[in-house]
């Protein structure tokens, strides 16, 4: 497996306000912020290092017109970038390469992880969430949506090809109401952040000015996560999530039983 190194790092990023800690996806190495094996492992050394830091609560965002456009296609199914599901590609976007089913693992093991994060954690959707995108956000307690974005959110499996697969069902059925569910699995449609707040994908959306010329964090956002930061005081905030979610972390992180089936 590929390792992480400076470019990784360039690509995501943890800053720390006051007690709340911010992982930035930069957009320096691709600006649609897509992920390969290398950027999920430096993504899981960063929460590692969150982690270190409890109580604190977290804060995943982007930069520019992408919080993240999921995986890396190439990666996945081995088809050249900007493939789409067409008569003349169908089998390069059909089948995951071995390569990729070891991206999808991954993700899993890293979904399952911050699902159960032992700090109060926020996908801040800065622009465009799709597939693993929107997912690392469900993954997090709370999500929210800058309001002067032209982002949209979106399960794209259904016009590239691809299966959801079980675990990205399963955590798309924790955290999404069952219609709205249906229609985003089944037609692939877009959100926009006043049609994702009204169907609870996000739970609020929050004005778009930054603080801080590096950092893309609105005050409302780290007001109200700092707010939350006593719940991981106790050491007991893991524990009530795995309560809660405990079959959608079993399915996600017993992913290397389920990799052949991919």
């Known amino acids: 497996m590929a390792l992480e190194g400076e470019e990784e790092e360039r690509q995501i990023q943890l800053q720390r ?3 709340v800690c911010v992982i930035t996806f930069t957009g320096a190495l691709h600006k649609a912020n897509v992920f390969t094996i290398p950027l999920l492992q430096r993504l899981n050394t960063l929460l590692d ?3 270190e830091q409890t109580p604190c609560a977290l804060v995943l965002t982007g930069s520019g017109k992408f919080f993240s456009a999921g995986f890396d296609l190439q990666t996945l199914t081995g088809a050249p970038h900007g493939k789409t599901n067409d008569n003349n590609n169908n089998e ?6 071995p390569q990729g089913k070891e991206l999808v693992n991954y993700s899993w093991q890293v979904l399952a992880r911050l699902l159960v994060f032992p700090a109060p954690t926020m996908a801040l959707f800065n622009g465009h969430a799709f ?3 929107l997912f690392l956000g469900l993954a997090c307690d709370h999500r929210a949506m800058m309001e002067d974005t032209v982002g949209f959110l979106c399960l794209p499996e259904i016009t590239v090809g691809l299966p959801l697969g079980s ?3 399963a955590l798309a059925k924790c955290k999404m109401n069952p219609g709205t569910l249906r229609t985003s699995a089944l037609t692939g449609k877009k959100w926009s952040y006043r049609e994702a707040l009204k169907e609870g994908i996000i739970d609020a959306v929050v004005p778009g ?3 801080d010329d590096k950092l893309r964090v609105p005050q409302e956002v780290l007001k109200m996560m700092a707010q939350l930061v006593s719940t991981s005081e ?3 905030l893991s524990q009530i999530k795995m309560e809660l979610y405990h079959e959608t972390y079993a399915i996600l992180a017993g992913t290397h039983l389920q990799l052949s089936k991919l």
Do not use: H
């Open 209 to 211: 000015s930054i603080n």
């Open 49 to 51: 290092q969150v982690e």
């Open 167 to 169: 675990g990205f069902a």
């Open 92 to 97: 390069a976007v059909n089948e995951k390469t």
């Open 234 to 236: 106790k050491g007991n």
């Open 131 to 133: 597939g693993l995108g």
């Open 17 to 19: 306000i006051a007690n």
